[in-house]
T-cell receptor, first 111, second 108 residues
Framework: DVKVTQSSRYLVKRTGEKVFLECVQDMDHENMFWYRQDPGLGLRLIYFSYDVKMKEKGDIPEGYSVSREKKERFSLILESASTNQTSMYLC??????????FGPGTRLTVT | AQRVTQPEKLLSVFKGAPVELKCNYSYSGSPELFWYVQYSRQRLQLLLRHISRESIKGFTADLNKGETSFHLKKPFAQEEDSAMYYCALRGGADGLTFGKGTHLIIQP
């Protein structure tokens, strides 16, 4: 059974803080993804990675960066959090182009 | 650019009634289409994909390339079908492009 875990379910940060969101998968998947989910906007792809140390910009990468030092871990970094980054963040992983498995999400509030 | 449109934000039907969740897409090549579902307090999960052509939980979806649609259908809605449904497209090797979602409510 594929397991994708995210480090926090809820997170509250202040404007300007550096924020790290961690995602770990245990199925040796090459591909990992970060999305944000907002009411009325659906899911939007922020960044994805096909392999260790590789990263590709998604549809809304501005204000975010990522890190993939190990195959099982994909981190999303908000260098200087802003209130418009308040959202639900979903991590996903997949084996090649097969089904994406999602984590439970991290609800981030930036005050 | 690829785009997925779900015209209904909210769809409310009575238990036992047929359900159709609409999805239209825009993509110049040959896309792969998916339906994902998120039940209350649960993580997003795959419901079905067009290449498998199977029925999951009574739901089916047919890819209509002429109309660029991938509507999700179920002949008789059940209360446990209440959830948020997302149509998604993969046009190449990138991540998925999702629609904005349809909140399906099944009334008893």
């Amino acid at each position: 059974d594929v397991k994708v875990t995210q480090s926090s379910r809820y997170l509250v940060k202040r404007t300007g803080e550096k924020v790290f969101l961690e995602c770990v998968q245990d199925m040796d998947h090459e591909n990992m993804f970060w999305y944000r989910q907002d009411p009325g906007l659906g899911l939007r792809l922020i960044y994805f990675s096909y392999d260790v140390k590789m990263k590709e910009k998604g549809d809304i990468p501005e204000g975010y960066s990522v890190s993939r030092e190990k195959k099982e871990r994909f981190s999303l970094i908000l260098e200087s959090a802003s209130t418009n980054q308040t959202s639900m963040y979903l991590c996903a992983s997949s084996f090649r182009n097969y089904e994406q498995y999602f984590g439970p999400g991290t609800r981030l509030t930036v005050t | 650019a690829q785009r997925v449109t779900q015209p209904e934000k909210l769809l409310s039907v009575f238990k036992g009634a047929p359900v159709e969740l609409k999805c239209n897409y825009s993509y110049s090549g040959s896309p792969e289409l998916f339906w994902y579902v998120q039940y209350s307090r649960q993580r997003l999960q795959l419901l079905l994909r067009h290449i498998s052509r199977e029925s999951i939980k009574g739901f089916t979806a047919d890819l209509n390339k002429g109309e660029t649609s991938f509507h999700l259908k179920k002949p008789f809605a059940q209360e446990e079908d209440s959830a948020m449904y997302y149509c998604a497209l993969r046009g190449g090797a990138d991540g998925l492009t999702f629609g904005k979602g349809t909140h399906l409510i099944i009334q008893p």
